[in-house]
């Protein structure tokens, strides 16, 4: 390993899939010179602990018994796979054990705290990481040094909103240059996803957020390149799940990807490209198990600037309209309803008006905190509208191409809008439609937008 590289690679969920995936990954890490590596928990084991939690705070503890036994064996399993060596062996066993303890705990007490969940989803990256050690030392080259295992609660430091934690980058950056000292050969291996706060409480950063625990790290370390590994050959132009016809992108700006992720795009967690605006650090995208492929690299100057380089979709949408004749010619009205939104911590994601109404986009999750109705119904008659997609679509020049709303609306012809929201960004146009209705529309304008 070249002591001097500031590589980043972090792996998600289907590439740790099992012993096979992770000496892929591990070859590739290696092959790369990373001198950080990032890693999920095996996919599915998130869903499992979840799950976990969720039975045992019910009562149901034969199903969480079962729930135990199954992501014991898994990674027992994979240990034995990967053969590990007997220290990590009884750190997987010890990890194992606080899972059941902590299970046990959460069932007895019928209470599973946002705190108490952070600590069993923890488990997942902090179980996997230690497999992954053995993968990397297996493909570790004579002269790049050892893989040694850093639990990533010793450096990422966050706040304390358990479940999704935010980070404290001075502090973050303070504990890497502590723990990752610069003339070290070797490689660290960390977990994504999970945090500490300043009194040692584990903390998540929200689903998804191993892709954003890796560029916090990238950050604080000055990392030269970022690199996320999937399971697809890099950021394609639509979800290729959802249409085959999608392509991989060569190159996307910041922005763009920002506004990918943020409208739904899952292969990057919507705040990842923070840090690495931050300290302009190029982030290459690319498929683990074809790591030849061609990827995509993210960057903040790119050659070309197409219209619409890419759709993204944001599923499970509420539109919630507020109408109130106080609106009319009167002030101050929206700034009472978005301080609604700050004090529960909701955020709004597209927005219209009209003379005595308001309407906005939200995701169907911010109504499981029922105040939030409630605060709003106070200051305006509140109209709920649920099962909408939000579809957006990301390019350059948006708001300012003539006959592109046009362009768009015949391609979805007979599709109903409920609302368009145009003109904020020259990177984003986005517009909401009943769920059924959101793959058809965005395999619509895939061919009329970009496969031409
Ligand atoms: P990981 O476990 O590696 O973090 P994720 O499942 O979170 O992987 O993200 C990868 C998935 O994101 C892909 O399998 C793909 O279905 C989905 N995806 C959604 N939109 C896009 C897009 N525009 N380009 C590539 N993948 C996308
Ligand atoms: N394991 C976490 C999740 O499934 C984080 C991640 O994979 O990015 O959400
Ligand atoms: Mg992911």
Known sequence: MNPASRLVSKFGGTSMGDAACMRRSALVAARRGSRLVVVSATSGTTNDLI???????????????N?????????????????????????????????????RGVYLLRDCS?????????????????LFVTAMNEALGPDQ???????????????????????????????????IPAADAGVFVTQGFIGSTEDGATTTLGRGGSDYSAALLAEAIDADVLEIWTDVP????TDPRLCPAARSIAEISFKEASELATFGAKVLHPATLLPAIRRDIPVFV????????????????????????????????VLVT??????????????????????????????????????????????????????????????????????????????????????????????????????????????LVDEGKAEEAVKRLHRSFIEV
């Open 234 to 237: 890099g950021i394609a132009t």
């Open 145 to 179: 040094g050892r893989a040694s295992w850093l639990d990533a609660r010793e450096v990422l430091r966050t706040d304390d909103q358990f479940g999704r934690a935010r980070p404290l980058t001075e502090s973050i950056r303070r504990l890497c240059a502590e723990k």
């Open 286 to 317: 690319g498929s683990s198990f074809d790591p030849q492929e061609r990827g995509t690299w993210v960057r903040r100057d790119v050659v070309d600037a197409p219209l619409v380089r890419a759709l993204a979709l944001r599923k499970k949408q």
């Open 67 to 103: 729930l135990l036994r199954r992501i014991r064996d898994r990674h027992l399993g994979l240990g034995d796979d990967l053969g590990v060596p007997p220290d990590d062996r009884r750190r997987l066993a010890e990890l194992l054990d606080e899972m059941d303890s902590i299970a």
């Open 114 to 130: 946002t705190k108490a969940l952070d600590t069993l989803m923890s488990l997942g990256e902090r179980l996997s990481s230690v």
């Open 51 to 65: 799950t976990l939690g969720q039975k045992a705070q019910s009562g149901h503890w034969e199903e969480s018994e």
């Open 322 to 431: 507020l109408t109130t004749p106080e609106m009319l010619n009167a002030h101050g009205f929206l700034a009472k309803i978005f301080k609604v939104f700050d004090d529960n911590q909701v955020s709004v994601d597209a927005i219209t008006t009209s003379e005595i109404s308001v309407s906005l986009t939200l995701d169907e999750s911010a109504l499981l905190n029922r105040k939030l109705l409630q605060e709003l119904s106070r200051f305006a008659d509140v109209h709920v509208e649920d099962k909408l997609t939000l579809i957006a679509l990301i390019g350059n020049s948006i708001n300012h191409t003539a006959g592109l709303a046009k362009r768009v609306f015949d391609a979805i012809e007979g599709i109903n809008v409920r609302m368009i929201c145009l003109g904020a960004s020259k990177h984003n146009f986005c517009f």
